[in-house]
């Protein structure tokens, strides 16, 4: 019995921001039953069903109502910031209004009818079918513009709902917009990719644990505190706390101003974790999380601006201030989040750009913006931080402080600012004015060769390796370095490109050494030069050294890396890829029965999705259960008649059980929906000649020529065919 081509498995990318994990230490030792009420920070009591806090006597030592004591108007200043209502209890005073009276809202497939009952908030969900449910809910994420309620599902699960609660306009929206999700989707609000436990909470409370538990498939999550408070930012509280009561407390411990930002960043950012919720305030980033940036396409316009939610800190890193030093600090108010001066009247901005403070360019914003006194156009953060919704109603500014560019409108769909306050002009208007007022100055700045660069690495155009090597040769901002290098991967094994990952390995930059070892991964006989950053200083780096031994296949040889690698796969166990990689090295440790849950997992995840049932058809079939792999190979034939590959997954495991009668009419079904599926004509050519089809097989053999015409084989098989062929003229 053979079995299907083994599954290259890639990394994790977090699709969802504030990933999270289970813990390191055993839940047996662990005493964590859910306590009394206790009342949070911001004035609400906890619940049995979703208590404030799972540590009483650590939230009473070091809660916000524990610093409150000795920093009043620090609380004040925070008490009403969105850190503060991140997350909470629901309660009566701040959510009735939602509730009563019910409101029902119809969406794709489904309605919801949200209700007050007895001092209880209630979710009754009714499918098109008929088939109804009803949930308590019992928890709130946030508080402005959008609040979403939280519904317990099974196994300690809490589901964000997919309907939302406008305050402002005091009504109930979907954030979907009208996209319908069925129930057993990844992305419907029952499914992993609405997860609170996995997806949002850890930036939402305060020393959040997952604790997802493999074995029970189930959440066994901790907190100490709701809501993101003291803790959670604050170095050194215990010894702060602890003399807090002598004659003398020694202030908190102080970090630099780009550590602190870091810390911002550990949710303010799009990334992978690595680590099962261990980082603290004063921790270094990258230690933690892979940033997620321009080289993975549908993140970002080709010119750095956000497109899909990236959450701040890639682009700052990537902005002109964030390469000059400035950081969150320097405009926001630690405790309320607040801008330290207000924006509106270009005061923040001008704080530097009048004074030329630390360096900045003195900018007269008249005469720069071209726009009067006082009017829309006169504000810096229109041009240079514009809007963009997410959730349908929640607008967040770009922090990437890029130029207006129309002509990149024209020439790569990029949206510039000019158009998103004159949407009654055509672009040529923008452009006619930007190069009027600006154009020598946009020539020369980076901007425009950046965009048109990833514009062409993103089409998979060869001209795009020469634009992106001579850009990565003068580039002093080591995101963008790490944006081209990520992008250079594509173009392996081209010399030029070869010899730029050998320097990008040794970057400063842990960013671009990290994307140097993913580029080169996929080429194993690259082991040489991967194997010595399994010890590089930053586990950024060894988590991509480590993630190419198991795409190889291959034991990891330094075993410190192993239990490093182990502890990430683990920590991920309940995404669909994380479950898929720990599977795929339990099979190659021989633990094939734990492999066969975690198979059965990851389908669960996301049971719709053809692609997710196909790998784990790939991966039951290494396990020799070939009976489940046609069973989710039919299944994914269902959600996806017309893909070619789904027949060709089906074809090679018949032809591994020796039913190349089945197996060949799916090897024409694939061609005939691929013709330019050259593995699959030359299977089908394979197949045929095993039945002596011998022209058939020629034919086939043919239409393989383009990408096996070269192949010993191919060449063998081609030879065999011809002489068959010779003998019956």
Known sequence: MKTLPRLLLIGLGVVCLAGAGWGIYSLKNRQVAPVAPVVTGIGVPGTEAFPATFFPERYEKFSANACRQCHEESFQEWLPSDHAHANRPVMMSMDLPAFLPAREIKVPGESFLFSEEAEKFWMTVTRDSGEQQRYALDGVIAVTPLRQYLAKLRGGRWQTTSVAYDPAADEWFDVFAGDERQPGEWGHWSGQGMNWNANCAWCHMTEYRKNFDIETDSYHTTWMEQGVSCMQCHVGMEEHVANATESYSPPVQTLSARRIMENCA???????????????????????????????????????QILDEDYVYASFLMSPMGHAGVTCLDCHNPHSGKTILPFENNNLCMRCHDTGLDGATIIDPVAHSHHGPDSTGNRCVE????????????????????????????????????????????????????????????AEKPQRKRARALAA???????????????????????????????????????????????????????????AVRALAPMQQAQPVIEPMLKDPSRNVRIAAEQAYAGWGESIPDPDAAKEWQTYLEFQADRVSGAFMLADQDIRDGNNERAAKLIGQAVALDPASPEVLRQGAIMYSRIGDNASAEQLLQQALEEAPRLAVLHYSLALLYAG?????????????????????????????????????????????????????????????????????????
Not at 284 to 304: E, N, R, T, V
Request: aromatic content about 10%.
């Open 457 to 515: 690495a993103y089409a998979g155009d060869p001209a795009a390796v020469g634009q992106l090597l001579g850009l990565a040769a003068d580039e002093p901002n080591h995101a963008w370095r790490a944006t081209y290098t990520g992008l250079l991967g594509s173009y392996i094994p081209e010399r030029e490109v070869m010899a730029y990952l050998d320097k990008a390995l040794k970057d400063d930059s842990s960013m671009v050494r990290a994307r």
């Open 657 to 729: 059980d020796g039913r190349l009668q089945e197996a060949i009419p799916l090897l024409e079904n694939t061609v005939l929906l691929d013709p330019q599926f050259y593995r699959a004509w030359y299977n089908l050519a394979l197949a045929r000649t095993k039945l002596e089809d011998w022209q058939g097989a020629k034919d086939a053999l043919d239409k393989a020529a383009p990408a096996f015409g070269n192949d010993p084989g191919w060449l063998q098989t081609r030879m065999i065919v011809e002489r068959r062929l010779a003998t019956q003229r």
């Open 266 to 304: 550990s949710c303010h950012s799009r990334r992978d974790q690595f680590t099962p919720d261990t980082f603290v305030a004063g921790d270094i980033y990258h230690q933690h999380f892979g940033l997620s940036l321009p080289d993975q396409p549908g993140l970002y316009y080709p010119d750095g």
């Open 383 to 442: 041009c240079h931080m514009p809007e963009t919704p997410y959730m349908q109603r929640d607008p967040r500014r770009d922090h990437g402080f890029l130029l207006p560019d129309p002509l990149m409108t024209a020439e790569l769909g990029i949206p510039n600012a000019c158009q998103r306050c004159h949407s009654d002009e055509t672009t040529e208007w923008a452009i006619e004015w930007t190069e009027k007022w600006y154009g020598d100055k946009l």
